[in-house]
DNA sequence: TTGAAAGCGCTAACAC
DNA sequence: GTGTTAGCGCTTTCAA
């Protein structure tokens, strides 16, 4: 691979390598490399469109300009657009992204956590799963900078961007009873992490400010691995089995999919039958009929804020803040 | 970083670096390594928990392990799964993947495609734009593996995985025809990449087969570049315009979607007023009401096919044959 | 059977 | 002002 090197731009001029490493990392005016050297290796460099091979650098610097980001799937739409824009963020700045899907698996997390930090990325972009808690208390210990974000580890301290999943459970419930609804369900995850710890929470302080009454039937906790086939089964029965209910709340974009297909083989129309409203907006959510309405979370700024504090670690300046904490926005639609 | 070195593991033997390298590279036969050295070095080495440092090794070997997939748009549904799949494959071999989208646009795809070339992936599963044909034959050329996906250069020998788009075009067509739709519309890009090409010429082919008379004022053909809602008031004005229009064919899931909400801003009624058949599956599509009848891609098939090529070219193995065209897949759902 | 040493391309002390 | 040199962690040739 042919690609053109140091060595030859050196070559080229009649110049050490060390010259040309100078006034290409910037260091012309620091190492008094005169001006007219400087514009002849500038020039040599340009001709030759020379590129620094990253590898290398990267092996002596110890910085490979590129970001890890772990997400559960990349395929789900959430995390595809998460993607997206810590791509076009970190591109911006010159860097590029390698992506993981955990599956939301402790076992896989982890594994790919050691797989990375042996690649030397510079910063890690995380989604935790459940039960990598301690690799990635290790990974900060070790100086790595790391962003967690859509949910973080209560109990540690550190960097994260999420929104307020209480707020945006609370809103959704809210919008409910503001139409009338008071038999509201929720179809949730039965998982311990505190995004959903949360949303919960938000609904059980919602009925309770909307005085209306809880009823534990109502409430659907699905295995944090249920497959759309599982899930669909599952809140089919629930609305089989819980006549009265006049709408639900889902706490994901994935039960809410799987809510929606339910509701149709029940054969119950959305809103006359039973409202809906979910957490985390799609297309399906937006185009179709009825379009649903959702507690959507700014996604493009919160991949951009990712990107942005990662680097500010990178580069070590200050950091203001450790947390950052996004408003949810409730879309009404045709569901409610 | 205190990562383990394979000094450390020299040290902890009492042996030299090499014989460590030798061992853990597998050539402790080639070389003749003692069985019991062997085992030593193998206990260390687990028991410290070593792993190369795949930034070092690659400036050596010049292997990184790490693949580059160029799609247009990561969090777009179909490269989304389109990525999900390839990383999924590439992982078992022990490869990480680096993702770049490309917007499909010529420059930043070609910049992507330079910047990687200083990173060492060790190949590049390429999505290509128009106007990258030149930069991919470099690379091929220079012998680096790459695999075309979704779409390929017609006039480059390189390896592709695509699907028979013409045929798929057709059936999308000949499903209409069957159900009595003989005004059959269809709203494309005006794209000169090859994909396009072969599902306007599916559509034009169906029409003849079918004895449906063509008419111009029937295709709407959109910039690439067209935003959803440029799309969606060009659609809609095609429909206000052709009264008679009883169907529309729809190149794309972008399109799809974009039709979708032109159809609902008409007041049209899917399928009474106006049948619809989109290229590429989504959510949408299938869980919306009406559920809309696609052509859709076998997208794991396809990400693993990719990866597997890709593979087989950087281990230098005979390929069998270049060109892999799956087969589209008819989904029959309420919109026809 | 094992080890010394060179070198992948680049950076950065330290010389001169 | 510019060059010499060492070394990042690893592989691999060659020598012992």
Chains 1, 2 share one sequence.
Do not use: W
């Not at 609370?170 to 039965?190: D, N, Q, W």
């Amino acid at each position: 691979m042919p690609l053109v090197s140091i060595k030859d731009i050196a070559r080229d001029v009649g110049v050490s390598t060390t010259t040309v490493s100078f006034v290409l990392n910037g260091k012309a005016r620091e190492k008094r490399i005169s001006a007219e050297m400087k514009g002849r290796i500038e020039e040599a460099a340009q001709r030759l469109n020379y590129r620094p091979n990253e590898v290398a650098r990267g092996l002596r610097t110890g910085q490979s300009h590129t970001l890890a980001l772990f997400v559960e799937d990349i395929s789900n739409p959430f995390f595809a657009h998460l993607a997206r824009h810590v791509e076009q963020e970190a591109y911006q700045s010159g860097y590029t992204v390698m992506f993981c899907s955990t599956e939301n698996e402790a076992s896989k997390a982890n594994r790919l956590l050691f797989l990375m930090q042996h690649r030397q990325m510079d910063g890690f972009i995380i989604v935790p799963t459940p039960g990598m808690q301690q690799e990635v208390e290790d990974l900060v210990s070790k100086g790595k900078p790391v962003v967690l974000v859509d949910r973080h580890f209560p109990d540690l301290d550190i960097c994260h961007v999420t929104i307020d999943n209480r707020e945006g459970a609370r809103s959704a419930v809210a919008l409910l009873a503001s139409k009338g609804y008071r038999k509201v369900g929720m179809v949730t995850l039965a998982s311990q992490q505190i995004q959903m710890l949360e949303r919960e929470q938000g609904y059980l302080e919602a009925l309770e400010a909307h005085g209306i009454e809880f009823h534990g039937g109502r409430i659907l906790r699905l295995p944090s691995d249920a497959t759309d086939h599982l899930a669909t089964a599952n809140i089919l029965e629930m609305i089989r089995r819980e006549k009265d209910m006049d709408a639900i709340f889902f706490t994901t974009n994935f039960l809410g999919v799987s809510g929606l297909e339910a509701i149709r083989v029940a054969s119950k129309r959305i809103p006359a039958d039973l409202a809906v409203v979910s957490f985390d907006d799609s297309v399906l959510f937006r185009l179709g009929s009825p379009s649903i309405s959702v507690v959507s979370q700014p996604i493009r700024e919160m991949g951009y804020a990712a990107v942005r504090l990662i680097l500010g670690m990178i580069r070590k300046e200050p950091m203001p803040q450790k947390k950052f904490i996004f408003s949810p926005e409730l879309q009404v639609r045709e569901s409610t």
